[in-house]
């Protein structure tokens, strides 16, 4: 597709009209809706009918139009899994590196691979550029059965995993299980964790390859009664002790105080390894059901007291997680110890490696600390800023904004991947498809470190208002920043005049709204809350009726009383939460009453040991990236020096009022 024509560089005829189509150039100085946005909007619609002819017809009227690659994607995946290998090819190879060649390669990959058709999937691999888990277990599939055996080695967490997985990963499992590279251990390590899962049929499967046989009828009998089988088993054989770490499994997941009073006495007799694995069982469940069965200390000694044998990276983390919570930080230093190399050098856990070793008693472990924390503190993400307060650094200055040059904006222009999100978001186009564009054009630009362009398509949409966008683009420039355009601030009169009523820091008001709407009015969640500050209808009412006022569905589109509303529940629940914003912050997503039960019972904790113990991913990212957020708007909204450790306050415990 060339990218040198003219502005109006070919005329086409539609519906009798005699239309311009906007060259690829142009499509960034468009500001009405053209001929060609109207044929993509229908091709759409013909898509969705599945009218091939019809989308034939938009795949040559659209040929030199920046959205024209649609109409015949659209084609290919109408029936992907019979097309030949041939069709994705040709079409990746006339739009190299585009994001929706990307998408049809990867999507083409895992349904050959559903058909087991592994060698047709071979020539596409080299397409998928930016696999997702699911596609890059099909991925990892095809490679294995046409010839790739060393494969395996990159997917020991697929084969640990006893959560739910894509089924590509689930079937890559099954395909590692028959490979020599995987060793008698690595094999007795995913029994044992399948067991402890309650996975039967995959356990069985799994065994059968060490040469022991389990049956189902034997593990369905222990399910029903696990605390009985565990008072009279056998221990003698390797299937006994299969057994055994089955029925301690179940037993903890229906019942965490029977399971931590019955491990000791049920390992009793049996090898040191078993032992482990059923202390493990005991630790790995009561780490993983904080929800149902809140902390508990003995889970932490199970955890230690499994420690030799090898731990998965999501076992690791759960280790981790629950040293961090009851400050045994010789536990924190074993656990990240045992982490993979890739996973011990992620800042969260240099962080807590560094919190850990300036408590040991010795110098060199002290000095250890110190050096990590320093190195960290260079940065300005959440564990960064959790370093440079424990260093000493302030933070009260952004890095130098720096601009688009002129010439950068013309190549925002000209770049193809961006004209084709700036024309799907004039065309009101589906989010997926807008999203994927930008972020496509984003990651293009990323990879070859071109901050330029970047900031160039921040500027962009940052001026229209698409904030959520612009911030996506800012946030991932390499060495020029522009901290107007990753921390935006619209709305900001209300935003801080409705902060100060409310009686709460409109820095934090601001981070929570970056957090949770990226400032789309419009954006709905799949639970339903709504607007700028993701507010429950049922929260609307409650704060409305606080307020003294009728509530109005309608109301919370509204930019103005969104705010409002958001800020004043915020307050609300600060008041309910010992005045603390991380309590806060975190009853904010996940409700106020799991923040108050995720208090320690009986003394207080650090802000930043509660937060790291969160038992839900999405709660724990969401008070760490809020705090961040509340940071670097402090700043901008002109605070002075800001320190994370003041706005992360001290935990109390849970009866503190």
Known sequence: MAQGRSMFSSIKKKNGYRVLALSVTAIGFATGVSAADEQFTAALSAAGAGNVA?????????????????????????????????????????????AMAEKLAADYVEEKVKQADFATAQPVLKYVTNADQAESCAVAQVRARTGDQLVFAEYKDVWLATNSQPDSCTGLGRMMLSSPLMTAQDKQQRLWAQ??????????????????????????????NPLNYLWSASKATGEDQAYLIFAIGRLADSDLNSAIASVQRAAQGTPEAVQKAMYRAVGYIGGTTVMKNNFNKEVLNYLDASYGLPFSAEEAEIYARQAIRFGAWESVIRAVDAMSVTQKQEDRWQYWLARASVQRGDAASRKTGQEILNRLAQGDDYHNLLAKDLVGKTYSSTPSSSEPSSSDMQRLNQDIHFSRAFALRRVNAPENYVNREWNWAVRQAYLKHDDGLILAAAKRATDMGWYDRAIYAADRTTNKHNYAYRYAMPHQAYVVSHSRNAGIDPAWAYGLMRQESRFVSHARSHVGAGGLMQIMPDTAKLVARQMGETYNPAAL???????????????MIQGQLSSNPVLATAGYNAGPNRARRWQPEFQSIAADQYTESIPLNETRDYVKNVMTNAAHYGVLLGQGAQSIGKRMQVIPFRNTP
């Open 557 to 571: 589109s509204d930019m103005n009383t969104n705010i409002r509303y958001g800020t004043f529940y915020l307050s």
């Open 195 to 224: 067991l402890r899962a309650g996975q039967s049929g995959q356990a069985v499967a799994t065994a059968q390859t060490l040469g022991q046989t389990l049956t189902l009828a034997q593990l369905n009998q222990i399910q029903a």
């Open 54 to 98: 019809l989308l034939q017809q938009y795949q040559s009227e659209m040929q030199n139009d920046a959205l024209g690659y649609y109409p015949e994607y659209w084609i290919l995946n109408n029936n992907l899994g019979m097309q030949p290998a041939a069709n994705i090819v040709n079409f990746a190879q006339r739009y190299p590196q585009s």
